[in-house]
């Protein structure tokens, strides 16, 4: 094994940061990109006029609407500017969008700073997140939802 220098060692750390900050970049611009095809592909082709879009299995299994049944229609409602129309096909899912984008905001942040990984939630916020969508769906079948 080669043994480096103070000088040498530091060159190929800052280096291998590098590397891993633009590789990281790479990730990021691919998902945003993924992002905006979702996007495209939601807005110029809506759910509830095309049939092309996965079918949720527990509401082919069951006939029970899931937490998240709807809500790829709520989204392209939302992308199109029908919010009411949105809230109507799944409201957990228009609420969610404002944490989606906030969570997606620091996400940016931590790529821009080259920090690595994901940005992670305490376990609280997914207990949380759990029970309001557990609760949603059982409203959502009794009629409340
Ligand atoms: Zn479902």
């Known amino acids: 094994m080669e043994r480096f220098g103070p000088t040498e060692a530091l060159i190929l750390s800052h280096s291998a940061a590098k ?65 009411l129309e949105a809230v109507r096909w799944n409201a957990l899912t228009v609420g969610m969008v404002p944490l989606a984008l906030l969570y997606a905001g620091a996400m940016a942040r931590r790529v821009w700073r080259g920090d690595p990984g994901w940005v992670r939630l305490p376990a609280g916020v997914w207990v949380g997140l759990g029970i309001i969508a557990g609760i949603f769906g059982v409203m959502r079948n009794l009629g409340g939802g």
């Open 19 to 83: 590397r891993t900050r633009h590789a990281q970049a790479r990730k990021a611009l691919a998902l945003a990109a993924s992002l905006m095809l979702g996007v495209a592909l939601l807005v110029r082709f809506p759910p509830e006029h095309y049939g092309f879009y996965p079918r949720c299995p527990i509401f082919e299994a069951t006939g029970l609407l899931c937490p998240g049944c709807g809500g790829t229609r709520a989204l392209s409602a939302l992308l199109r500017g029908h919010f």
